[in-house]
């Protein structure tokens, strides 16, 4: 437990004694020692001493950072302090805070590092304790197309125009020498630069970040290429052509299977299920009794949700579901999202030079697309179709496919349905509406003051102020028909402020019968 301990020393002054900092034992290869947290706060002492603990024998076992803890043969400005490392800890910053120590060390002995490649491991390790092994390969590869690795890269290869001039090449098509990237993936290496360049930042390589002074690239219109619901069942059916020699290497090659090809893309095309999480499904997951799918999602807490595969697609699913044990994967012969890519182009390819402007340019995740817009053109209303996609809200859903919101004849049409069937099953009947002929006329009988309160007559005032003295003001109000508010506001345009004294006290309260 920490303990309560005033600073020693005869040189410190009296103000130092009043606040006594909390103490921990640090554990060490011979023993333990004692340190000062630096805080006066009970609760940041007992973390401190949990976070020790964690370092020393639990999964985050680190002896290296207790090492730097406790070294006091360092100068002041290079020691690690209690309080720091607490706040690298909670932030999951522990490989920057050793990368700081190299930059410092290396600072300390003069001999600054001439190449900005040799602070790519530290930032890496710190950016994959705080995130994915994905999302910090993304920030990598947007590092390494700015700075390749067999390059030297000094402090003036980060200036202004260097950044320009790669920022300018993200869009281009790569046939001119760009990376022909799309808007929103060149925003992505953009986030991904900066985050390395601040590292440089604060590792004193460089003295500025550049890059805030170039404007990020727009964002794209939102994509909604999709086919028709006949379009997406010969696209479904073509993974059955023979003839196509793309194709059949494929298939060959890593042992596919037909079905699980053409019910995977009617899952993407019939329910709006994302590609990885498709890939994923087991076949415990489809329930074939109210053709729905529980999709797992991983993105966000709404990702994981239960889908309605349409009927058209339902035959694809229903057959792969029969033949697999509910443990098993369903997809059991596509490995990854590459290969299922690799078959989708080799059936997409010969439909689009066949029909250019129906298959032209559409993507295997354009399947949700295609669930998307037939759901809005039939009247789904939105907040049902982004449940479905796994959204949040339907704001996306309204803002990339609210242009395909029926028109007046297709709701007309699909209000006779809805009609219909309150018909067949509530047995609704419209009410009957009077023609105006015979539509009765409301005529006013009320007189012509009713919208006007009663006239009130008052008795004088030196009349009121009588009575008061010998009856309360409830029982007086009460005789003239008139609220105590009423009676109050007549006194004081008579002159009287406020009702003789005492005349309240004797007022019986109708709850209790006591007087007041």
């Given at each position: 437990m920490p303990w309560l301990q005033k600073k020693s020393g005869a040189s410190q002054s009296d103000k130092t004694h009043e606040k006594p900092y909390w103490y921990i034992r640090v554990p060490t290869f011979h023993g333990t020692k004692a340190i000062s947290t630096g805080t006066s706060d009970k609760r940041t002492a007992k973390n401190i001493e949990a976070m020790v603990d964690e370092l020393y024998r639990g999964k985050r076992r680190d002896h290296e950072i207790l090492e730097w803890l406790l070294d006091r043969t360092l100068p002041p400005e290079q020691r690690l302090k209690p309080l720091v490392l607490y706040r690298f800890f909670n932030n999951n910053q522990l490989e920057e805070l050793k990368a700081r120590r190299k930059t410092d060390a290396i600072a300390a002995s003069k001999e600054p590092p001439a190449d900005a490649n040799a602070f790519v491991e530290g930032w890496y390790k710190g950016v994959r304790q705080r995130s994915s092994v994905d999302h910090a390969d993304r920030f990598l590869r947007a590092v390494r197309s700015f700075m390749p690795a067999d390059v030297v890269f000094g402090a003036e290869r980060f200036d202004y125009a260097p950044l320009v001039e790669w920022h300018g090449t993200l869009m281009e098509a790569r046939e001119q020498g760009g990376h022909g990237l799309s808007a929103e993936t060149a925003r992505r290496y953009r986030v991904g630069l900066y985050n390395f360049i601040e590292h440089l930042v604060g590792c004193r390589f460089i003295a500025t970040n550049h890059l805030d002074r170039i404007t990020p690239p727009k964002y794209s219109v939102p994509r909604d290429r999709h086919l028709s619901t006949p379009d997406a069942i010969r696209l479904i059916h073509a993974f059955e052509d023979e003839s196509n020699e793309a194709l059949q290497k494929l298939i060959r090659e890593y042992g596919l299977s037909v079905l699980e090809l053409q019910a995977f893309n009617a899952l993407l095309s019939g329910a709006g299920v994302e590609v990885s999480v498709a890939l994923g499904l087991q076949a415990s997951a489809v329930w074939r009794d109210t053709k729905e799918v529980f999709a797992p999602g991983t993105k966000t807490h709404s990702r994981k949700r239960v889908v309605?595969?349409?009927?058209?697609?339902?035959?694809?699913?229903?057959?792969?579901?029969?033949?697999?044990?509910?443990?098993?994967?369903?997809?059991?012969?596509?490995?990854?999202r590459w290969i299922a890519a690799g078959a989708f182009n080799a059936v997409i390819k010969p439909l689009a030079e066949r029909e250019p402007g129906v298959f032209a340019d559409y993507w295997m995740r354009d399947g949700r697309h295609t669930y998307a817009v037939r759901a809005i053109k039939a009247g789904t209303p939105p907040i049902v179709v982004a449940t479905q996609l796994g959204h949040k809200n339907a704001i996306l859903v309204l803002k990339v496919y609210g242009i395909y919101v029926p028109g007046s004849a297709e709701r007309d049409y699909w209000e006779a349905k809805a009609a219909e069937r309150d018909r067949d099953r509530d047995g609704v009947v419209a009410a009957s509406i009077p023609s105006p002929a015979e539509a009765p006329v409301a005529r006013d009988t009320r007189p012509a003051n009713a919208g006007h309160a009663p006239k009130i007559q008052w008795p004088p005032a030196k009349e009121l102020l009588r009575r008061l003295k010998n009856q309360s003001a409830v029982a007086l109000v009460k005789e003239l028909g008139v609220s105590d508010k009423a009676l109050r506001k007549h006194l004081l345009s008579r002159g009287v402020k406020k009702l003789p004294d005492g005349r309240r006290s004797r007022v019986a309260s109708p709850r209790t019968g006591k007087s007041e």
């Open positions: 309605r595969v349409a009927d058209w697609a339902w035959p694809w699913v229903d057959a792969l579901a029969r033949i697999r044990r509910p443990g098993e994967c369903l997809f059991m012969t596509i490995p990854d």
